[in-house]
Each structure stands twice: as C-alpha cells, then as structure tokens.
C-alpha cells in the first residue's frame, strides 16, 4: 500500500506540473506570521535533540530581526516529509524551505521545486569561501550549489579501548586497513561471552563510504555527474574486496550482526558486546554518554597498500522552494545565511555532533570546549579536511537511492547467511541495475 500511495502522489505532481499548474512565484502572496512578518514556512525531519536545537535557532533568528518569521515544522522522517511535499511542491502551499536528506538531491533536481541557492548566492556575490569545501561538494552539481548543507556528516571507526589494552592491542593506534581489522577482531572477539570483535550496520550507506575511500565510483558517468548515470558499478574489485571482507570475519565468527537500527548496534557497543563498529558522526554524542568505557574514534579503513581517498557527506540540506513567493524566498535565503554565521554552527555542531559548515565557527569557545572535552569528534573533522575532491567522494546521483540501499541491505543479509560473496555482488548488481534502467525509462517518456 505504501508503494501505491506513493506512486499516486508522484503521478499527481506530474500531472500538476505537466498541466501547467502553476499558481507561479509572481502570483504568489507571501504568507504572513500573526505579527504580520513575511513567513517562512520550514519543514524538517529532526527529532530529539536536533529537533529542540531547531526550535532554538529558529527562536534566535526571529528575535534577531522583525522582518521575517521563521515556522520550524517537525514533518516526520526524511520519507514522510518529502512524500508531502510531492502533493504541494509546484504549489504557493509549498514550504519556503525544506530539509531533504543526502540521497534525495537528485529527485529534487528533477521535480523541478526547489530555486538553487546558487541563485541568491550569485545576485548577492556572496562569499562561499568561508564554507566547507568538500561539504559543499555533494550538492554542487556542474558548478551550481543547489541546497544549502545542513546537518552533515560522516562514517568512523568506534572502538572500546579497554578492550584494546585487555587485547594487547595499542588503544591510542586503531586499525587502518580491512586486514587490520580482521586481526584485531580476532583478539577481540570472546565466544564464551558472546562479544564480538567488529560490526557494521547493515545499511547500505557504508558500502557507498567504503567505496569513495578507495577512489571507486557507484555508478557509471562520474558518478552520474557528468550524466545521467546507466549501470551500476557494483561488480567491481573494489567492491567485491568490501563483501569478501565482511564474508570472511563472518565465517570467522568475529563479527557481530545487530541489524539494521542504530539503536540496537550503538546499545551492543555500549553494552560490551561488541569492541569496533563504523558509525555516523552525528551519533557519538549518545555513544560517549552511554559508555561506561573510554571510546576511540579513527579513520574509515581501507585495503592493505590503499591510501585513503576520504569519504562522502551524509545527512541533510536545506531547499528553497521555486513555487512560493519571492519575499518568502529572501526570507529563506536571509535564515540560510543567519544559519551558517560561526557563532549559530558552533552552537549547532557543540550540540549534535554534525558538523559545522563555517570553517570559522571551529573557533567559536563553545565548540571549542567540546572539541577539547570530547577528541572524538575532531577524528570525523579531520577526515573530511583531508578527503581528496573528486567524483567518488562527491558521491553518487540516482533518483532510486532510497530502492538501492534497501537492496544493499538486503545483499549484507545474505552474506551473512552463508552465501558466496560474489554471488551476493553479483545479484546486486543486477538487482541495482534493474532499479537504474527502470527509472530512465520512466524519466525519458516525462
């Protein structure tokens, strides 16, 4: 039922846009707050913390000025909300702005929505150099920014390093390289407790992480940058070296499978019962809170004799709108520019874990102060600042992402069943070409 819903409300943005509704930005009004400022509607998908640090920003910046008035509105997950917007997005009932994670860059290019913030950065003349290159990257598409980066962030290595030292193993030196960690899990991993040395979310995400740290694109045509990417290049070396290394500590009984919720995995971590995982910058907070142990942090590994190439954005980036009013649209690109102030990303990245897009706010006490009380963090800035830029690491643009990491996941699954890893490559190889194909097809009859 969800697929059906779904494609109902993409054939009824099609057939809005096809038909030329367009209630256009021209005629559009611009809404207005109950003290009579331009509004700017703002949907996100942050729960918990994010969400109470949204609110606060939000707060701040409306205080700060009396022209516009920022609406922060919780819309569910990532999923959800970009599920409504398609029902309102070529429409004045639009939002002004709206956050849209990493993998949904690509649809919102097509859908033909959302205004670049090149646009405002260009009339403006402003100055992008104080932002973070290689953040900047993954929504910069033949040298058009399209979405201001929000809350970003990257994969590293977690590690207990009382287990380490109880190992034998040199707490303050995390394994680098596939095989490393293949040794180290071994010392680490105790049948009689059932603790295992290594783990990874089964989520397709690593598998993309892993490959940009060894130069290897995901799909053909640069990555589908230079075009509209037709195959998959998941038959590689590059990525069957990933699958035969996770198949290996497998059989070995050294690594642990915990699923698919980070919840779950965190809690093995933090529990003991797992000694190394991979994990998302943004989730160290909760992993530092909840561990009883000293937790290290280090680089993504790649193969023995590969240096590391550097790693892709994840998180979310915030749209502006095409279909609402151009005072909204100020409005928007006005809190954009507010939220990107040093002082505003230091508060953001002190109390998330993301990182911050403005180089200086590093330099901010607050963030400062959490940088010197928790080294943890600085391990995923490090590794962004020393990410090489290219098309790998720029990362991948297909409209099915969402499809294809599920199949992936599913692909990990298997291999933990017991089957071949080429085999599991293999199959999703062609399972992921199959999802491109079928997707152009659609797109060339639009």
């Known amino acids: 039922m969800k697929k059906r819903s779904l494609a109902i409300a993409i054939l009824s943005t099609a057939l809005l846009v096809s038909s030329g509704c367009s209630n256009s930005a021209s005629s559009a009004k611009a809404r207005q ?19 109470e ?8 910046y409306n205080k700060s000025q009396k022209k516009y008035y920022v609406d922060a509105i919780f819309q569910g997950t990532y999923e959800e909300s970009l599920t409504k917007l398609k029902t309102v997005g070529s429409t004045p009932e639009a939002p002004t702005l709206i956050q849209v994670q990493e993998i949904g860059t690509k649809y919102m290019i097509e859908s033909g929505f959302a ?13 992008v150099s104080q932002w973070e290159p290689n953040i900047l990257n993954y929504y910069t598409i033949n040298g058009k920014l399209n979405s201001l980066p929000f809350n970003s ?13 109880a190992a034998g193993l040199d707490p303050a030196n995390p394994p680098k390289t596939y095989n490393e960690i293949k040794a180290a899990a071994k010392k680490l991993t105790n049948d009689a407790k059932n603790e295992k040395g290594f783990a990874i979310l089964i989520y397709g995400w690593f598998i993309e992480q892993l490959l ?13 940058r230079d075009a509209v990417a037709t195959k998959s290049l998941l038959s590689s070396e590059a990525n069957l070296g990933i699958f035969n290394w996770l198949g290996d500590m497998n059989k070995e009984g050294t690594l642990g499978n915990y699923g698919r919720k980070w919840d779950d995995l965190r809690a093995a971590f933090a529990s003991g019962k797992v000694a190394m995982y991979m994990d998302s910058t943004a989730g160290i907070s909760t992993v530092l809170k909840d561990s009883k142990f000293e937790v290290g942090t280090g680089f993504l590994p790649t193969p023995d004799g590969k240096q590391p190439n550097g790693v892709i954005i994840g998180g979310a980036s915030l749209w502006t ?21 040093p002082s505003v990303q230091a508060e953001w990245a002190a109390g998330t874990g993301y990182f911050p897009i403005t180089k200086a706010a590093q330099n901010e006490p607050v963030l400062k102060d959490v940088y010197a009380k928790k080294p943890q963090f600085l391990t995923a800035v490090k590794q962004l600042q020393s990410t090489k830029s290219g098309k790998s690491t720029a990362g991948a643009l297909i409209s099915v992402f969402p499809e294809v990491r599920l199949e992936t996941a599913t692909a990990i699954e298997q291999l933990y069943t017991g089957k071949d ?9 062609k399972k992921v070409d199959k999802l491109i194909q079928d997707d152009n097809k659609v797109n060339q009859k639009k």
């Open 33 to 51: 707050s109950e003290d009579g400022r331009i509004k700017v509607s703002f949907w996100h998908g942050m729960s918990g913390i994010g969400g």
């Open 53 to 60: 640090l949204i609110k606060k920003i939000s707060d701040d």
């Open 115 to 127: 205004q670049p913030v090149q646009d405002f950065i260009d009339k403006e003349k402003f100055d």
């Open 153 to 165: 962030s990257n994969p590293i290595l977690v590690y207990n390093k009382d287990k380490f030292k």
């Open 212 to 224: 940009a740290n060894q130069q290897a694109d995901f799909v053909d045509n640069g990555n589908g």
């Open 321 to 341: 709108m095409k279909s609402v009013a151009e005072d909204e649209k100020q409005g928007a690109w006005d809190f954009m520019k507010y939220v990107t102030k």
């Open 421 to 429: 890893a080429k085999s599991v490559v293999d199959d999703l190889t």
